[in-house]
């Protein structure tokens, strides 16, 4: 899932400072699993951030409210009639999200609450993961399940490099070196022809913004031929 | 007991919010006749409820959550509020797979049940109602 | 001949080769490298020109192997893949043959995060074995990485390196392998102190026939003091100093002699290396110690260097 982190109380006052009617909007979608976003981290900053505007002697009102997701039209539609009397908006939505809101209520100013860090996995209560780059050509299958784009900071193909240390990444210290935990879960399947041979240089996806139509909806989203 | 537990619900809230979309919903509740094609659609129960727990069945969590907000006209407890929770979060992804040969939309009563919800500062498992704390700065 | 370059030349003809380093100045100034050209002058076959080494940002290899090249020295041109994407190494490949350049040292680099810019934006478009396997695409297919063609393929000479002693053990027998079936025409090795386990390695590439395919150079690095020494084995990663240097080190009476018993054992090294099966060179990387070179080669009997004398030119139609 997407994990996202909240940003400093102080940077978030920073970007309101003009405002003097916020509304801060959650959502119930993945930023509040990862507990950065949800309704209880709603209320907690709106908290904060009147306490510290009023220290300031400043005119300051903030709600909140929260949709099940900021990334799904039928949800995020809930708030129309919401967001009218509010000069500005605070999205605790990953950065899909806030990006989605700032469309449907383009004359109000919206700012993240959140930096989307990554892809990634719940490990326990609270410790997240990256594992995913959404590089567009998974390579899974090959490296036994370790992604090498991922978990190696060079991103190799055919690695490792001569950095690792007793193991660890020469980059991060408290990463294992992704390639030596290729090598060593391929070695234990029997599959260590995978890496014995060259994989090319690849032909980088991510070149422009992402846009995906499943194959059955396409007829739905294209224009009718006329005949 | 935590002051959160002593916490009164607000009824009329919830009558508000439930009053908001109620033909509509109550249209859609009625109109269940219990085919349990929903269940067939909805990986929680195939998986989790291992494709006989009822607790999982769309209709059942919809049932049990709007459908007896709307029997009980909002006069619900907290304890009742919290099973509704269990329903709501834990045994439902909001995943949008469920599927009703009557055109029942599901996905958006479990959403409306779970907005009632949140109206009470109850939300998914694990997360906890705010504390009403002054923050220190 | 793939590339007529000088290390290629020395190579071939069976002889034993030396290459040596030099790293760029982290300014402008062109006599730094002229000044350390002057030590490696007549004494190596080819100098490495590092490339951003530690991502400390340097003067270009490039530049440098240009002013090296002036010097009358081989450049090695260092090429490493953490800055650059394929349209400028390409781009940069073709440059550096169109003024001379003829050996190039593929490397994948040491992560933007050591250096003085560490949250510059990575590059690793491609790493270094999918580099070695475009360089020689260039060269030998006279084509560009995408598969246009090239109108005057550059001549290069394919250089990678290899850590004998790097994680995990088992498999960089098989890294080698993999850069020689990209195209690397020779290999460097990271510098040697465990001389026993070098020879495991080196069996194991004759074993698979790898040492016929390609040349390796042997790394050397004289300790220059017991401290050095020290940190080397114990905080540097991919090293491995047995005991038995320390302990020479730490024997010798006269503590300014440490030094010299630091270069007597690069001396015995290379003295083995000559003979090895499956070494055909040195690679010298004195460092902090350029200028000891000389004396080095000197000592170890690697000089003179072996010299080719230029081809005369066609004779022009009648």
Redesign the interface.
Known sequence: MIIANRKTVEEIKESLKAYKKVLTVGCGGCTAVCMAGGMKEVNDLNTQLDILFKDDKVVFQINGAVVERQCEVPYLAELDEIVKPYDAILSMACGAGVQFLAERYPDKPVFPALNTVFVGVNKDIGWYEERCKSCGECVLGMTGGICPITMCAKGLLNGPCGGPQDGHCEANSEADCAWIKIYERLKAQGRLDNILKITPAREWQDQVQGSLVLDKFRDKYSKKETK | MSEHDLKPINIDQIRALLKEKEAGMKLRLAACAGCTLCAESCFMFMNKGKGQDPQFMPSFKVLNTLGKLYRKRGKVSRAELEQMRKLLWSNCA?CERCYCPLGVDLP?MI?FA??IL?SQ?I??D?????EKKE?S? | MKSDSNLEKVLTSGAFAVTGELGPPRGADPAIVKEKAQFLKGRVDAVNITDNQTAMVRMASWAASILALQEGLEPNYQMVCRDRNRIAMQSDILGAASVGIKTMLCLSGDHQSFGDHPKAKKVYDIDSIQLIQMVKKMRDESKFQGGADITKPPRIFIGAVENPFGQPYDFRVYRLAKKIAAGADFIQTQCIYNMERFREWVKQANDMGLTEKVYILAGVTPMKSLKMALYMKNSVAGLDVPDWVIKRLEGVTDKKKVADEGIKIACEQIEEFKTMKGVAGVHLMPIEWEHKVPEITERAKLLPRPTFPAEPAPAPAA
Not at chain 2, 126 to 130: D, E, F, K, L
């Open positions: 909001l958006n959403a779970r907005k949140r500062e939300e998914a694990g997360q906890q109602a705010p923050v700065k």
